[in-house]
């Protein structure tokens, strides 16, 4: 038998270039005519911006404060215009404590700061050292927080003023405060990086498991894979449009943390991209994993709200330290791609390109990737076989 006339193993590799790219296409006009993908894709991501960078700030400005002054002197007048003129505090005036106490307890004020009469004495070197009385509600212990440190920093800040001005010896050592990358403390400038990959979780896991498990439960999937296509080039062709997809959002999110919010960008483009594609590598193959295996929209939802929005929105760093957790969490916190991102994504923003801690980023998000793809793939065969 010539060469010729022995049959052939599998079809051509321009036959298998063509199928695959009628995937892709495929794929790509039920991206565009399901009005759900672009409402998850570009809505919900904006929606979730704006939240994450009007409606959610952790820091503490213009915080009401009841401000009680019990002896009117030019000393305690001079210490209390100090409190007025702070931009961390919103401030009652008051003479008696007792009339904010009930504005504590029902939280119309977070702290009560109180000068004593026998202030003005003690500063003049009458008495004792001189001390104010602050009063807060430790049942917020971070705001509890916050107004007792500005509140020092407020009267340390008038005490060397007063000093300078009085010519009093001042302290031998002097602290200057220096915050690199984010002078301002602007919650917002590591709040909405960090919201990037929260939206990118929901367009590459929820919106790809979603979208795989609808085509399962009508049918169109086992009708497809009675064709000649393969397993590995039918999640390929549903990988692209939807890694596209994701590209796409991150974009308008970036473009939006620029321009809206006023987010400074330090990196490059590249890494920006390049982190972005190594992230939504486990986020599409984890999607694909969870339709796979349930081949239920609402099931598959649910899944991948549970095992991937809550995680990286909690187990992440994005909102909460992950130091600051129990041992055991800490070590599931490794599995969180999302773990990944988010700090290379910050420091892509405000810090620049640190090429050492995003190669191992890359790495690890690339790892998780491979192995999701290679579990949805077997599960998909087994699932038609």
Same mark, same amino acid.
């Given at each position: 038998?010539?060469?010729?006339?022995?049959?052939?193993?599998?079809?051509?590799?321009?036959?298998?270039?063509?199928?695959?790219?009628?995937?892709?296409?495929?794929?790509?006009?039920?991206?565009?005519?399901?009005?759900?993908?672009?409402?998850?894709?570009?809505?919900? %991501?904006?929606?979730?911006?704006?939240? +994450?960078?009007?409606?959610? =700030?952790?820091?503490? /400005?213009? #915080?009401? &404060? *009841?401000?009680?002054?019990?002896?009117?002197?030019?000393?305690?007048?001079?210490?209390?215009?100090?409190?007025?003129?702070?931009?961390?505090?919103?401030?009652?005036?008051?003479?008696?404590?007792?009339?904010?106490?009930?504005?504590?307890?029902?939280?119309?004020?977070?702290?009560?700061?109180?000068?004593?009469?026998?202030?003005?004495?003690?500063?003049?070197?009458?008495?004792?050292?001189?001390?104010?009385?602050?009063?807060?509600?430790?049942?917020?212990?971070?705001?509890?927080?916050?107004?007792?440190?500005?509140?020092?920093?407020?009267?340390?800040?008038?005490?060397?003023?007063?000093?300078?001005?009085?010519?009093?010896?001042?302290?031998?050592?002097?602290?200057?405060?220096?915050?690199?990358?984010? %002078?301002?403390?602007?919650?917002?400038? +590591?709040?909405?990086?960090? =919201?990037?990959?929260? /939206?990118? #979780?929901? &367009? *590459?896991?929820?919106?790809?498991?979603?979208?795989?498990?609808?085509?399962?439960?009508?049918?169109?999937?086992?009708?497809?894979?009675?064709?000649?296509?393969?397993?590995?080039?039918?999640?390929?062709?549903?990988?692209?449009?939807?890694?596209?997809?994701?590209?796409?959002?991150?974009?308008?999110?970036?473009?939006?943390?620029?321009?809206?919010?006023?987010?400074?960008?330090?990196?490059?483009?590249?890494?920006?991209?390049?982190?972005?594609?190594?992230?939504?590598?486990?986020?599409?193959?984890?999607?694909?994993?969870?339709?796979?295996?349930?081949?239920?929209?609402?099931?598959?939802?649910?899944?991948?709200?549970?095992?991937?929005?809550?995680?990286?929105?909690?187990?992440?760093?994005?909102?909460?330290?992950?130091?600051?957790?129990?041992?055991?969490?800490?070590?599931?916190?490794?599995?969180?791609?999302?773990?990944?991102?988010?700090?290379?994504?910050?420091?892509?923003?405000?810090?620049?390109?640190?090429?050492?801690?995003?190669?191992?980023?890359?790495?690890?998000?690339?790892?998780?990737?491979?192995?999701?793809?290679?579990?949805?793939?077997?599960?998909?065969?087994?699932?038609?076989?």
């Amino acid at each position: 038998m010539s060469a010729a006339d022995r049959p052939r193993s599998g079809p051509p590799p321009s036959g298998r270039a063509r199928r695959f790219a009628a995937l892709v296409r495929k794929e790509s006009y039920q991206i565009v005519r399901d009005p759900s993908s672009i409402l998850i894709a570009f809505v919900l %991501p904006l929606v979730l911006l704006f939240i +994450f960078g009007y409606g959610v =700030s952790l820091d503490a /400005v213009r #915080t009401r &404060v *009841g401000l009680v002054v019990e002896a009117a002197t030019p000393v305690t007048q001079d210490l209390a215009a100090s409190f007025r003129a702070s931009r961390y505090f919103d401030v009652v005036p008051g003479r008696d404590r007792r009339q904010f106490e009930e504005d504590l307890v029902f939280g119309r004020v977070r702290g009560i700061v109180v000068i004593p009469a026998a202030f003005a004495g003690d500063e003049a070197g009458r008495g004792g050292v001189p001390q104010i009385q602050v009063i807060v509600d430790g049942s917020e212990p971070n705001t509890a927080s916050f107004v007792q440190n500005y509140a020092q920093g407020v009267v340390a800040t008038w005490a060397a003023q007063r000093g300078a001005e009085t010519a009093r010896p001042s302290s031998p050592i002097a602290v200057e405060q220096r915050f690199w990358f984010n %002078p301002e403390l602007a919650s917002r400038n +590591f709040l909405v990086p960090g =919201s990037i990959a929260i /939206v990118m #979780t929901l &367009v *590459g896991t929820l919106l790809t498991s979603l979208v795989v498990a609808r085509e399962w439960e009508r049918g169109t999937m086992e009708a497809m894979m009675a064709t000649p296509v393969t397993a590995a080039e039918l999640l390929a062709g549903k990988i692209l449009p939807y890694f596209a997809l994701g590209l796409a959002a991150m974009t308008l999110c970036v473009l939006a943390a620029v321009f809206v919010f006023g987010v400074p960008f330090r990196g490059s483009i590249v890494a920006l991209y390049a982190l972005s594609a190594s992230f939504l590598m486990p986020a599409l193959g984890q999607g694909l994993l969870i339709s796979a295996a349930t081949k239920n929209q609402f099931l598959a939802s649910q899944l991948a709200l549970l095992s991937a929005f809550l995680p990286a929105f909690l187990l992440s760093g994005f909102l909460f330290e992950i130091g600051s957790m129990p041992r055991a969490i800490q070590l599931v916190t490794w599995i969180v791609p999302a773990r990944y991102l988010i700090p290379s994504l910050q420091s892509v923003f405000l810090a620049g390109d640190i090429w050492p801690m995003f190669l191992r980023a890359i790495g690890v998000m690339l790892a998780m990737g491979a192995l999701l793809f290679v579990l949805a793939a077997r599960s998909t065969a087994k699932r038609i076989a």
